[in-house]
């Protein structure tokens, strides 16, 4: 079941139960919010509890004998970062409801961890063929900024016209996680800009009326997309790649849906030679990876998309785009030592005034 359906699995009397309601405060983020939901829900059944209540009123004893049995059925269905998730929503909705559960020793029946899975990045070859695969100008326009931008799925849905601005050479800026602490500055490409234009431009031929509080991508109705729609899109989409296959397991891909969008924005960053590593983290959105770069590193918008322009080129996906690139950044040269060369013809006329007037003092 997709997550964004969770609420369907409560009855609507327990989600009222203020245990429930206390573990629902709890979390931030709606995906999260989901899928702890799910696995809650999972444990209830497991417990053959009639309510979230009950799970909270078990004497001590019970209620580590339960969480114990219920982790060893599932020790051999799941592997380690599964079962990790699984325990933080439990140890979440008790937490909530102010008890402790022991995790350390409920870890131990974790089977040991595993190479992660789907770890691989799309390559522009990947992209393109997404792009090929249909004609649907949302899609088309969500491909190319999720390709150029390097954002989190997740944070698409919550995307405003606001949130983006106009930025040299045909790129726009955009505010993800607007307003919340994760809040950072990422950039589209010019072609991730042209898409947008054309999807725009179709939604006002049927009557929408953008404005700065219009979302960036709309349901056929105009109103916001689920937080699931991005991934499960990008999952479609893959689902034709020749180039994504099966991990030793059978059931994960080496490709993830849409994540491996991500690392591929992450790789082209990474690889450039001279790299700023503490300014690609910022245009990922990591503010934890380098200490204290949280604290003390605060670069300008300016500086960010300076170093977004030195990886543009390899970012974008069509060949027209690349060579109006290049020929845009050769013609910056060009103007560049035009500029120069004036300014030193202007110095040796200056310098010969200044010698004249000297042999003139002399005389």
Request: net charge positive; glycine share 2%; proline share 2%.
């Amino acid at each position: 079941m997709a997550l964004h359906k969770y609420a369907e699995l409560i009855p609507k009397g327990l989600r009222t139960q203020r245990s429930f309601l206390l573990f629902e405060s709890g979390i931030r983020s709606e995906q999260t919010k989901s899928t702890y939901t799910i696995y809650l829900e999972h444990f209830r059944d497991f417990a053959k509890a009639k309510d979230y209540d009950t799970l909270v009123n078990l004497d001590e004893q019970t209620r580590k004998t339960l969480i114990e049995d219920f982790f060893l059925s599932l020790k051999r269905k799941h592997r380690y970062t599964t079962l990790d998730t699984i325990l933080s929503s439990i140890t979440k909705f008790y937490a909530m409801n102010d008890i402790i559960v022991n995790t350390k020793k409920i870890r131990t029946f974790f089977p040991s961890k595993e190479k992660t899975l789907g770890d691989k990045a799309y390559t522009n070859e990947d992209v393109k063929l997404m792009l090929d695969q249909t004609k649907i100008l949302k899609h088309k326009a969500l491909i190319h900024v999720l390709a150029s931008s390097g954002m989190r799925a997740g944070a698409v849905h919550e995307l405003k016209l606001m949130h983006l601005n106009n930025m040299p050479h045909n790129c726009k800026s955009v505010l993800v996680y607007a307003d919340s602490i994760e809040e950072y500055t990422t950039f589209i490409s010019p072609e991730a800009s042209e898409a947008l234009e054309y999807y725009f431009e179709q939604r006002r031929k049927k009557g929408e009326k953008l404005t700065p509080d219009s979302w960036l991508f709309v349901t056929d109705s105009n109103k916001q997309f689920d937080y699931a729609w991005v991934s499960a899109l990008m999952c479609r989409f893959a689902q034709k790649l020749l180039s994504r296959k099966h991990t030793v397991n059978g059931v994960n891909y080496d490709k993830k849906g849409a994540h491996a969008m991500r690392k591929r924005f992450n790789t082209i960053l990474k690889l450039r030679p001279g790299c700023n590593l503490s300014l690609s983290e910022r245009l990922l959105g990591h503010s934890q990876t380098i200490q204290l770069d949280n604290a003390y590193f605060k670069p300008t918008d300016e500086q960010l998309f300076d170093e977004y322009l030195k990886v543009l080129p390899d970012l974008m996906i069509d060949e027209k785009y690349r060579l109006r690139d290049e020929i845009e950044q050769k013609q910056n040269k060009i103007d560049e030592l035009q500029s120069s060369k004036e300014r030193i013809l202007l110095l040796e006329s200056q310098l010969t005034q200044i010698q004249e007037h000297i042999k003139n003092l002399k005389s």
